[in-house]
């Protein structure tokens, strides 16, 4: 603290110039370390919005988790603050996994299943944009029941002989459930009518070549590219006159 005598002593203009131009800078300094303080705990506020709308989705209350990326917008300020970049793609995550969900289950009911899963598919995409590893109930229902349900619907192929739309069903399960069971044992099976329709292929090639060739169509249609019968395949029909 400046005593009064000191004060009293300090006569000098240019003094007293400079005195207040350090009380200004000092004040200045005290203000600046407030508001960084108080924007702190602001950004905490805003990035425990964004986490809690994500966790809200992720249980099924996307409605919810909509309303908590609004608030973001109330505490985000300037314009260009970057955690309204993070609350409108976590938005447009939401929205999009909504849309694709529900326009999956009406192409499922009017039996368009190759366009359902696409867009089944879609939702484990923006879901994973969104939450990363861990599946919101949409992604979790898509897995379970709707993959369930579409590899019974290949099996139903499988079984009235339609084995390309049965190989495009399974493949697309797969890709929705890697583990699923019914669709990596449906695939085993096609690998074996896979090797019936080479095989009918090559007795057919001298009697009738158009039909071998029809049979060696179907097993590209029903294996991997990268499956050696596949290759082997397609070596044949290439070489077939």
């Known amino acids: 603290m400046i005593s009064t005598a000191s004060r009293g002593r300090t006569s000098n203009g240019a ?5 207040g131009a350090v009380c200004f800078a000092a004040g200045a300094l005290v203000l600046g370390t407030a508001g960084a303080a108080r ?13 809690r709308s994500k966790e ?28 309204l970049e993070v609350a409108d793609r976590a938005r447009e995550a939401v929205d999009r996994v909504r849309a694709h ?11 368009a299943v190759p366009r359902a899963l ?9 879901d994973a944009k969104l939450l990363g590893d861990r599946p919101s109930v ?17 099996e139903e192929g499988f079984h009235a002989g339609e084995y390309e739309q049965a190989y495009v069903l399974w493949q697309r399960v797969r890709r929705i459930d890697p583990e ?56 044949r029909l290439l070489d077939a006159p």
């Open 15 to 19: 003094s007293r110039g400079r005195w």
């Open 39 to 51: 924007a702190a705990p602001v950004d905490d506020e805003i990035r425990a919005l964004i986490l």
């Open 56 to 83: 809200l989705y992720r249980l099924g209350a996307p409605d919810l988790a909509i309303e908590f990326l609004e608030r973001v917008h109330e505490y985000a300020v300037p314009a260009t603050h970057p955690f």
């Open 101 to 111: 969900f529900y326009e999956g289950i009406n192409y499922y009911n009017r039996g």
């Open 118 to 126: 696409g867009a089944w598919e879609d939702v484990l995409t923006w």
């Open 138 to 154: 949409y992604s979790a229902y898509v897995t379970s029941f709707w993959a369930q349900e579409v590899a019974y619907k290949a």
């Open 180 to 235: 699923s069971p019914s669709a990596n044992a449906g695939l085993q099976r096609l690998e074996r009518v896979a090797d019936t329709f080479y095989k009918d292929g090559y007795a057919l090639q001298e009697i009738n070549p158009t039909e071998a060739k029809n049979r060696w169509r179907r097993v590209l249609a029903i294996l991997p590219p990268d499956h050696p019968l596949y290759q082997k395949t397609k070596r």
